[in-house]
């Protein structure tokens, strides 16, 4: 057996030098791609100086010593135009938002004068009814970033802070990679459509469905999903028949049994198996120059592979940077783990602690219980058995 490390390196020598394309999309459809490029800020921001609150920009000498009566000469609301400066024992109202008046340092809110909040007439006068220190409520231009800033690094996935961060420092459009093209192939003379009534020995196909869906969150572009009983050369037109694509997914003929369709294609696919529970038999390479790899047919070992290997696959296709914040949690209760192989158990965290989805424990074909998942606890290899209370690693599923 080989370690998951080794293996995993295995199949990102597959993707070497095969990184997706770079295009330029707008802010709108940007969202879950990857950022191609570092991304600098065109603006600063804030853009201008402005006020923190609604009220009056005045400056705080002339508020040093209240109650003080200043008259208006103006507002500043969060639009353009023209507005009056601040002088000398004078106010400008001022919006949230609004640009801070010439010679204002201070912002004191309505709540501190004897003008009431809301749409109300603009007044000649106001009464400051107590002190505000210089910079009080007032945004500095450049507070956040000036221009030129780094902003956003390449690799990021963009979500909705990142995209609101670009539009708020000038950029319409971004350098995107292109998502990879996935597709998909499950394999077994069991297998038939999902819906349909089972016949003696059929059960529905599950594992196109779920890899299929884990590629698209991972942020993959899905171009066919297919499915293929225990013969080779059919298998073999079908996937001559597929969409171009970056990688393919299969799950199921990597075992040591009679009928292990995906051992007779040929190519340079190759089948090991790694130290790890569940998910031991696996199997990848080159088949007509498209990366391959063959997940178990178990449909947990499948879900639990894909998270392994999977992920970091398209991640390095994609040149994606995910962020892998460590996570632990406290064993609920006990069970066992096998030796020398590093076990991904499907457990639920309410938050306390993390029991597994399902009394059977680790069993690979517990495909309806691992929905309830939050999580897959990591025990390691030489560890056999966990204790309750016992802290353990986490990835999130």
């Known amino acids: 057996m080989i370690t998951v490390e080794d293996y995993r390196e295995r199949l990102l020598a597959l993707v070497a030098d095969r990184a997706t394309g770079v295009e330029d999309v707008s802010l709108a459809v940007a969202s879950g791609r990857v950022l191609a490029r570092d991304l600098s800020a065109r603006f600063a921001v804030p853009p201008f100086d402005n006020s923190a609150m609604d009220g009056f920009a005045v400056r705080a000498t002339d508020v040093a010593t209240t109650p003080v009566m200043l008259p208006v000469l103006g507002e500043s609301a969060a639009a353009g135009g023209s507005i009056p400066a601040v002088l000398p024992g004078t106010a400008v109202r001022v919006m949230t938002g609004g640009r801070l008046p010439a010679g204002a340092d201070t912002v004191v ?26 910079g009080r409520n007032v945004r500095l231009r450049a507070d956040d970033l ?36 996935v597709a998909v192939v499950s394999t077994g003379a069991e297998l038939i459509e999902a819906g349909e009534a089972l016949e003696p020995g059929q ?42 694509a970056d990688v393919l997914f299969t799950s199921g003929g990597v075992s040591a049994g009679a ?17 790890m529970q569940p998910g031991k038999p696996q199997g990848y390479g080159l088949l007509d120059g498209v990366p391959l790899v063959a997940f178990p047919g178990n449909p947990v070992s499948a879900f639990v592979s894909f998270h392994v290997f999977g992920i970091p696959l398209l991640d390095a296709l994609t040149g994606a940077l995910r962020r892998h914040l460590p996570r632990y949690g406290r064993a609920g209760q006990g069970w066992s783990s096998p030796p020398g192989r590093r076990q991904y158990l499907a457990v639920s965290d309410d938050g306390a602690v993390v029991r597994p989805t399902h009394v059977r424990g680790s069993g690979s074909h517990l495909i309806a219980s691992l929905q309830l998942a939050d999580a897959l606890a990591i025990v390691p290899a030489e560890q056999t058995v966990v204790e309750a209370g016992e802290r353990l690693e986490l990835m999130q599923v």
């Open 109 to 134: 809110p309505v709540e501190l004068t004897d003008q009431a909040s809301g749409p109300v007439p603009l007044p000649t006068q106001v009464r400051i009814d107590e002190p505000v220190g210089t």
């Open 146 to 181: 000036a221009e030129g800033d780094l902003v956003l690094r390449a690799g990021c996935l963009l979500g909705p802070a990142g995209l609101a961060a670009a539009a708020s420092v000038g950029h319409g459009r971004l350098p995107v990679r292109r998502r990879a093209r």
């Open 203 to 244: 059960i529905p196909d599950s594992n196109s469905v779920m890899l299929a869906a884990l590629a698209a969150a991972a942020g993959a572009d899905v171009v066919a999903v297919r499915r293929s009983g225990d013969d080779p050369a059919a298998l073999a037109a079908l996937i001559s028949d597929l969409p171009e």
């Open 259 to 275: 009928y292990e369709p995906l051992r007779q294609l040929g190519g340079t696919v190759q089948f090991c198996s790694v130290a």
